[in-house]
C-alpha cells in the first residue's frame, strides 16, 4: 500500500503532463519547425515571437512539468537517489561533502554530546583513522561495558595496534570458546617477531599456543552479526539515509586467518608425519582430522566469503591428507569418500570455493544502473538551472519596462524552459525507477536485518565510488568506445548525447540572436 501511495504521486503530474502535451501537438511541430528553419521563411516571424497564446500554453507545460519534477522530491526513495547520484560528481570536485570520514566524525561528534555508547561504537568501527578509532571504543565502551567486542572487529582490521589487541584478555573473559580471539592474539605475536628483536623460540611456542587453543575452540564469531544489529539501532536514531555512510566500513579480509591457519595445518603434518614414522598411525590420523574438524567449524559459522573459502581450503587440504593415508593402508573405500570430500572443498575447482553471497542483478547490471542513475541526477541539476534562468528571462521580458534584448529573448527563453522543463521530468522518472530498488534492498537489509540482495546494493555503491567510464588509459577508453556491452560505453553515449543537446541549445540561442541582429533596422544618429 505505501509502494501505491507513493507511485500515485508521481504518477498524477506525469499524468496530467502527458495530457497537456497531447493537447499541444500543433505547438510541439511548429517549435521543431521553429528550431531548425530560419525565421524569415516562417510566416509569422518565428513560433512565440508573435504567438502570445502558444508562449503561455508552452509556459504552462513547462510549470506542469517542473512541479511534476519537484514532487518526486516528495518521495523518500528520490530523494535518497538523487544524493547518490550527485555523491560521485561531489567527488570528482574534491568536496568537503563527499567526504565520507568527515561524515562520521561529526556523527562521532553527536554521540558525544548525547553519551551514545551505541553511537560512538558505530562511529568506530567506520573511522579508519587507528587513532580516532580507539578513542571512540573506549569512550563506548566505558559508557556501556558490553560493548567491548567493538575492540575485536577493530583487532580484524589491525592485529598489530596495541591499542587494539591490549583488550584481549577482557574480551577472552567475556567469550572464552571463540577461536577468533585466538587467532588475533597469534596474528598479535606474529607481527611483534616480525617488527623487533625477540625470543624466537618463545614467540614461536607463543603463537603455537594460541593457534592450538583457536583449532580446539568450539566456536567462530567474527561480531558481524553485532555490527549488523548495531547499524539497525543507531541508523533510525540519527537519521542516516546515505547508504554510503550506513554500508561504510572496512570489510574484514584479514589475510593473516588464511596464512596462520595454513601454516598451523602443516605444523599439524609435519608432527603427524613423525609419528607415524614411530608407528603411531592412529595419532597422525587425529591430528588430520583436527584440520578438518576447524575448517567445518569456520566454514559453518563464518559470515563472509573469506572465512568460508579459508574453511573449505583447510578441509580439501585435511581431506586430501586423509585420502592418501586410507590409499597407503588398502582402504579403497574410505580413500575415494575422502578423495570426494577432497574435491568438493577444493577452492580451485569452483564448488565450495565460490563465494556464498552473489548479486542477484550481476555486475554488469549493477554497473549499468550506476552509470545512469550518475547521468540522471547531473541532467535534473541542469535542467533546472537552465529552467530557472529561462524563468528569470521571460519573467524580465514580461514586464511593461522591459528591455528590448529581454523582449527579444522572451521567445527563446521559452523554447528553453519548455525543453528543459520536460529533460527535467524525464531525468526524474528514469532515476527514481533506476533506483528504487536498490532503495526497497536498502531497508530490507539495513534497517530490518533481511540479508536478501544485499551484495546488490554493495556491489551497486561500489560502481558508484567513480564515474563509470572515466578512463584509466587509453586502452580503457578505446574499449569502452569500441565495444557497446561495456558500461563505459553506456556512459558515453548518454553523456555524449546530452553534450550534443547542450551544443544544439547554444547553437539555436547563437542564431536566434544572430538573426535578430542583421534584421533589426539600423538607428539613426540625431544631429
Partial sequence: MAMKGELSQVESPW??????????SVMVKQTLISLVVPNSLVPDGGLFAKSPALR?????VSAACILAALLFFAAPPFRQAFKVALEPWLIVMHAPSAELQQAFKALARKAEARRDAEGLAFCAIRITDPNESARLAKAAIRLDPKLIWTYAVLAIRDAANPEFTSHLEALEQNDPQNSLLHLIAAESIARATYSGPTNTQSANDAWRREMGLAFSSPHFDDYSLRVAQLTRTVVPRYGLSDPSEVQARVEARPQFLLFNTEKYAENLVREGERR????DRHGARELDWTVARFGEMLDSQAHTDYEHLVGTSLQSFAYGRLEKAAAAEGDREQAELFGYLAAKFDAA?????????EPAFGRETALRNAAVVEVSGLMIVVFLLLGAIAVV?????????????ALRAKPVAVIVLLTSALGALFSSVTLYLTYRPYWYIFHSAVLDGAGLQTPDLQ????????????????????NALFFSGSPGFLFYVWAGVTLLGVIGLALILLRHFLGQTRASPPTKRRP
Avoid: C, D, Y
Fill in 393 to 405: 528571462i521571460v519573467i524580465a521580458g514580461g514586464r511593461r519596462s522591459a528591455s528590448v534584448v
Fill in 459 to 478: 556491489e551497486f555503491l561500489a560502481s558508484m565510488q567513480a564515474l563509470q567510464g572515466t578512463p584509466h588509459n587509453a586502452n580503457a577508453l578505446l
Fill in 276 to 279: 607415524e614414522a614411530q608407528g
Fill in 15 to 24: 499524468a496530467g503532463t502527458m495530457w497537456a502535451l497531447g493537447g499541444t
Fill in 56 to 60: 503561455r500554453a508552452a509556459t504552462a
Fill in 349 to 357: 575447482s569452483g564448488k565450495e570455493g565460490r563465494p556464498r553471497s
